[in-house]
């Protein structure tokens, strides 16, 4: 009597909207699946709500190329994250609830490989399933020390940017064969090169504040607004604040912090704006970044000009090892955010800088641009799928 009762008071919670934030709302099409068999051979597999779209926007161009050449269907379990895809993308998307839907998709028809770009609790709906590959994407390359965890351990492989990818696994890991597991294929995101005119223009993309200490790399609360401020006074600056779409999601002084931000950028107007459009606009057009560690970071590599690193304020957040990016970059922190349109200065003044980005770019991405890193994500997956089916073929489990 009372399983049915809560069954129905859960489906008008999650019809209603009422869910908590970062709670998917189960609200699938089950009942129209049963009959579908998928004819492609690639599954993306995203449970997640909207609020985390932003990691699978970014997937959407590969995805497409990939989808033209192997069949890719985007399989999700918020009815809210479906809308938007299907808005988005010309992929072919399908919402389920329920766990045995998922199995039965992935189990029959052609899908030989599933590929995820989130670290969900939820993957482990998909995960469930042994008689297809799955490979972890991940939404971005760096080297957050939440980028590594025991969690690789669940896929076939994880592709990576670069062999800074692969040492990251190899440091951080314990029982992981790295060479093995990995494969390495740039960054089919990664932004072509721009070249900037006018004035110095500094783009200042700081990260948002993680769930744990550990991974509290935003400089947002602590020193944001003095970084901003500092850039400001120095006229011949032009600042482009991209704040990351989480930023607050999960402390609210951090939200607090982001607005103090925009009301000091919004009060110059003539330098200074608010960037929440493609990033790979405002990075073409930028002379220098400013950056927390994070995969805009990486990708800004691409760009050849000059990167400056802040310093997580919080001394529990740790930088993944070995960290060749953190540690060959000038930096801001907390007590010289002050300063911080004289070390942008020091930094576009530096006749090194230029080389050591190169390196770093050839050492995170593996020196290839979006074009070449698409042939090599394509090829990877096509490598997957060979091993997958030959393993089946020989063992007939499918």
């Not at 790295?178 to 089919?188: K, Q, S, T």
């Not at 990486?298 to 953190?326: K, M």
């Amino acid at each position: 009597m009372l399983a049915p009762l809560r069954s129905r008071a859960g489906r008008l919670v999650r019809r209603a909207g009422l869910l908590p934030g970062g709670v998917a709302d189960g609200l699938g099409e089950d009942d129209r699946l049963d009959d579908l068999v998928l004819a492609t051979r690639v599954v993306l597999f995203f449970p997640d709500p909207p609020e985390n779209l932003y990691q699978l926007r970014e997937w959407y161009g590969p995805l497409e190329a990939l989808h033209a050449e192997l069949g890719v269907t985007v399989l999700l379990q918020d009815s809210r994250t479906a809308a938007a895809v299907r808005r988005e993308t010309t992929l072919p998307v399908h919402v389920t609830a329920l766990t045995r839907t998922v199995g039965r998709l992935l189990s029959t028809g052609e899908v030989g490989l599933v590929l995820y770009v989130g670290q969900a609790n939820a993957n482990a709906v998909a995960l469930r399933s042994a008689d297809v590959a799955h490979v972890f994407l991940n939404h971005g390359e760096s080297d957050k020390v939440v980028s590594v965890s025991n969690q690789a351990k669940a896929f076939d492989f994880v592709f990576v940017g670069g062999r800074a990818g692969v040492e990251r696994h190899r440091e951080g890991l314990l029982l992981f064969d790295a060479d093995a597991r990995l494969r390495v294929v740039g960054r089919p995101q990664v932004p072509a090169p721009g070249e900037p005119t006018g004035p110095t223009t500094v783009l200042y993309a700081p990260t948002w504040e993680g769930t744990m200490a550990v991974n509290a790399y935003s400089s947002v609360r602590a020193y944001g607004l003095t970084l901003v401020e500092s850039l400001l006074r120095d006229t011949t600056h032009h600042v482009v604040y991209r704040p990351h779409p989480r930023t607050g999601a999960s402390d609210h002084t951090y939200a607090a912090a982001d607005r103090r931000i925009r009301e000091a950028v919004r009060a110059a107007p003539d330098r200074a704006r608010v960037d929440t459009g493609p990033a790979a606009a405002a990075m073409r057009s930028a002379h220098v970044m400013v950056a927390d560690t994070s995969a805009i970071a990486t990708d800004w590599l691409g760009q050849g000009r000059p990167l400056v690193s802040t310093e997580p304020a919080d001394p529990r957040a740790r930088v993944a090892r070995p960290a060749r990016l953190y540690e060959r970059t000038p930096h801001v922190a907390a007590h010289t955010a002050h300063r911080a349109g004289e070390i942008v200065d020091a930094a576009l003044a530096d006749e090194g800088a230029r080389a050591t980005v190169a390196e770093l770019f050839e050492h995170y991405l593996g020196g290839l641009d979006a074009e070449a890193s698409l042939r090599a994500f394509v090829a990877a997956c096509r490598e997957v799928l060979h091993l997958r089916d030959a393993a089946v073929e020989r063992t007939g489990t499918r």
